[in-house]
């Protein structure tokens, strides 16, 4: 079964714009949130987490929101760049990394 | 600091034969967590390594085996391939102990390819 979900497959976005990737999960027992990067032919790149204990996280450009009640984080990148271009991975971890299916975010000049 | 390496890159093998993937952690990073990324499953846990033994276990038959050296280098082996075992390895390092025990970084990965 699915623990953690990101529905959306798909993100554009043009350049200098906010781009909002979501993630749902089923498991109350995740105390940490992450989001990673991955390029095609890389592992994935981490880019921020989040203790259960917090709802906000911020670091540069990104910015992680967690709504522990509704079981929902969403990251946000602002301004957005053509680097970004990328899969972009929710992971919630217990004892281990439960990945979602992630989200190919592509960024328009 | 250098990052997390796997060998060999890629890897390609028939039905029935075993393999094994290599891992060098982070330096100072004690766990060793494998994962198999695959096109329909996306990215699912192996197991993880943490001072010589194996600490977690995902929802894998007994065909996928791995090991952790006294260096924190890790390998994964798999015998008796299926077709279906064609996939990204991916190897993840952490600290293993203490509040960033969350945090993995990954290697490039082992693509292996059963044919």
């Known amino acids: 079964d699915q623990q953690v979900k990101q529905n959306s497959p798909s993100l554009s976005v043009q350049e200098g714009r906010i781009s909002i990737l979501n993630c749902d999960y089923t498991n109350s027992m995740f105390d940490y949130f992450l989001w990673y990067k991955k390029y095609p032919a890389e592992g994935p790149t981490f880019l921020i987490s989040i203790s259960s204990i917090k709802d906000k996280n911020e670091d540069g450009r990104f910015t992680v929101f967690l709504n522990k009640s509704a079981k929902h984080l969403s990251l946000h990148i602002v301004p957005s760049q053509p680097g970004d271009s990328a899969v972009y991975f929710c992971?919630?971890?217990?004892?281990?990394?439960?990945f979602g299916a992630g989200t190919t975010v592509t960024v328009r000049a | 600091k250098a990052g997390v390496t796997q060998t060999p890159r890629y890897l390609i093998k028939t039905r029935g034969q075993q393999v094994t993937l290599s891992c060098s952690p982070i330096s100072g990073h004690r766990s060793v967590s494998w994962y198999q990324q695959t096109p329909g499953q996306g990215l699912q846990f192996l197991f993880e390594y943490f001072s010589e033994t194996q600490r977690n276990k995902g929802n894998f038959p007994g065909r996928f085996s791995g090991r952790q050296f006294s260096n924190s280098r890790s390998e994964m082996n798999v015998s008796t391939l299926e077709l279906g075992d064609s996939a990204l390895y991916l190897c993840?390092?952490?600290?293993?102990?203490?509040?960033?025990?969350?945090?993995?970084?990954f290697g490039p990965g082992t693509r292996l390819t059963v044919l």
């Open positions: 992971a919630a971890y217990d004892y281990k990394l439960s």
């Open positions: 993840a390092s952490s600290l293993g102990t203490g509040g960033e025990v969350h945090e993995q970084f």
